[in-house]
């Protein structure tokens, strides 16, 4: 392994830290876990926090930050959300359903002009679940570094491009989707997408990380992201998310990330019967289930039903687990790209909580 001495000292002190302070019986084998996932995959940094009903009695960091300045990871380090950022998106939509101010089954061009009329209508409620027929990313389609104002301005990048598919046929997971749901959030809430994630969910679930990842401003912990390329570690591509805050643009801290799921599973965010509706799984129009809801991915771990989301983008590999019946969250964010971390955040799950 090709660890420098900072990043093996920071992993001692991780692990003495937990060591020397009172902790649930269950906190030595995760930090075991998470070591040997860092050191087999040579991960600069990662983030963990665990959600126990209201309580997070676990978070930590261990590597570095920032390789360069030798920055250690932490419990406050911010990193990019990628794709969690869009379970966010989908509460900020359900929130305006519930105060009557959006209809989810509205074609979304009667509510955004610069959204070109198509073959079909497109709804809210088919964007949520990816069934609406929006394209995702092109092969070598390069990430944007132009900055965006607004959410509605974003979709000069794909709003001009035919439907894939009839809406409700197919499911085609697309991240260009929920820039358009982002774009609806605006228009109705009249308001920024940024301002309205910080005040109707970050203020509310006390995340006060959980803001949009704006590459000018100055995001105290924010981690620096690294990608592997021949074996080599180099710093990731430049990427301004400004244009997809709703799709993979938002940024927090692994606690402040636990804080959301507690909010929403605690109905602070949204009703007990919105969030049944987001857990439930979408349904093609021949009545056949898919594995998404309403802005979740939704499954099972044996006989335990699990909710969750991944996120993939420049800088980072991101996690968010979610036990429902048994209110425990995992929440794993590491500045590697390229890491898939659902099979520990589902070993952490059972650590926690044994099925």
Same mark, same amino acid.
């Given at each position: 392994?090709?660890?420098?001495?900072?990043?093996?000292?920071?992993?001692?002190?991780?692990?003495?830290?937990?060591?020397?302070?009172?902790?649930?019986?269950?906190?030595?084998?995760?930090?075991?876990?998470?070591?040997?996932?860092?050191?087999?995959?040579?991960?600069?940094?990662?983030?963990?926090?665990?959600?126990?009903?209201?309580?997070?009695?676990?978070?930590?960091?261990?590597?570095?930050?920032?390789?360069?300045?030798?920055?250690?990871?932490?419990?406050?380090?911010?990193?990019?959300?990628?794709?969690?950022?869009?379970?966010?998106?989908?509460?900020?939509?359900?929130?305006?359903?519930?105060?009557?101010?959006?209809?989810?089954?509205?074609?979304?061009?009667?509510?955004?002009?610069?959204?070109?009329?198509?073959?079909?209508?497109?709804?809210?409620?088919?964007?949520?679940?990816?069934?609406?027929?929006?394209?995702?990313?092109?092969?070598?389609?390069?990430?944007?570094?132009?900055?965006?104002?607004?959410?509605?301005?974003? #979709? !000069? +990048? =794909? %709003? $001009?491009?035919? @439907?894939?598919?009839?809406?409700?046929? /197919?499911?085609?997971?697309?991240?260009?989707?929920?820039?358009?749901?982002?774009?609806?959030?605006?228009?109705?809430?009249?308001?920024?997408?940024?301002?309205?994630?910080?005040?109707?969910?970050?203020?509310?679930?006390?995340?006060?990380?959980?803001?949009?990842?704006?590459?000018?401003?100055?995001?105290?912990?924010?981690?620096?992201?690294?990608?592997?390329?021949?074996?080599?570690?180099?710093?990731?591509?430049?990427?301004?998310?400004?244009?997809?805050?709703?799709?993979?643009?938002?940024?927090?801290?692994?606690?402040? #990330? !636990? +804080? =959301? %799921? $507690?909010?929403? @599973?605690?109905?602070?965010?949204?009703? /007990?019967?919105?969030?049944?509706?987001?857990?439930?799984?979408?349904?093609?129009?021949?009545?056949?289930?898919?594995?998404?809801?309403?802005?979740?991915?939704?499954?099972?771990?044996?006989?335990?039903?699990?909710?969750?989301?991944?996120?993939?983008?420049?800088?980072?590999?991101?996690?968010?687990?979610?036990?429902?019946?048994?209110?425990?969250?995992?929440?794993?964010?590491?500045?590697?790209?390229?890491?898939?971390?659902?099979?520990?955040?589902?070993?952490?799950?059972?650590?926690?909580?044994?099925?």
């Amino acid at each position: 392994m090709r660890v420098v001495p900072a990043l093996a000292s920071v992993l001692v002190v991780a692990v003495a830290s937990v060591v020397g302070q009172s902790a649930p019986a269950w906190t030595a084998a995760v930090v075991e876990a998470i070591e040997a996932r860092v050191r087999d995959d040579e991960i600069p940094g990662l983030s963990c926090a665990i959600g126990v009903g209201v309580e997070v009695p676990f978070r930590r960091g261990f590597g570095l930050a920032d390789l360069e300045n030798e920055v250690a990871a932490t419990e406050a380090t911010v990193y990019r959300l990628g794709s969690i950022s869009k379970p966010v998106t989908a509460v900020a939509v359900m929130q305006l359903v519930e105060a009557g101010q959006l209809d989810l089954d509205r074609d979304v061009q009667e509510l955004v002009s610069e959204w070109p009329e198509k073959q079909w209508p497109v709804t809210t409620r088919l964007l949520l679940s990816h069934l609406a027929g929006v394209r995702h990313y092109r092969r070598g389609e390069e990430e944007s570094v132009q900055h965006f104002a607004t959410q509605v301005a974003g #979709l !000069v +990048r =794909f %709003a $001009q491009d035919p @439907l894939l598919h009839e809406p409700g046929t /197919k499911y085609f997971y697309s991240t260009y989707g929920y820039n358009l749901i982002a774009a609806v959030v605006e228009k109705v809430a009249k308001k920024p997408f940024a301002e309205v994630v910080r005040e109707r969910i970050a203020a509310p679930s006390r995340a006060t990380t959980l803001q949009d990842d704006d590459i000018r401003r100055i995001i105290r912990g924010r981690a620096q992201g690294y990608v592997r390329v021949e074996g080599k570690l180099l710093n990731s591509e430049l990427m301004d998310s400004s244009y997809k805050l709703g799709g993979g643009g938002l940024c927090c801290s692994a606690e402040d #990330l !636990v +804080r =959301f %799921a $507690q909010a929403l @599973l605690a109905g602070a965010l949204v009703k /007990k019967e919105t969030l049944d509706q987001m857990f439930t799984p979408g349904k093609l129009r021949d009545g056949t289930a898919i594995d998404y809801a309403l802005g979740f991915g939704v499954g099972k771990d044996g006989t335990r039903r699990v909710v969750s989301h991944s996120g993939a983008q420049s800088r980072v590999s991101t996690m968010l687990y979610i036990l429902p019946e048994q209110q425990v969250t995992v929440v794993l964010l590491c500045n590697l790209e390229r890491m898939r971390l659902q099979p520990l955040a589902q070993a952490i799950a059972r650590l926690v909580t044994p099925p």
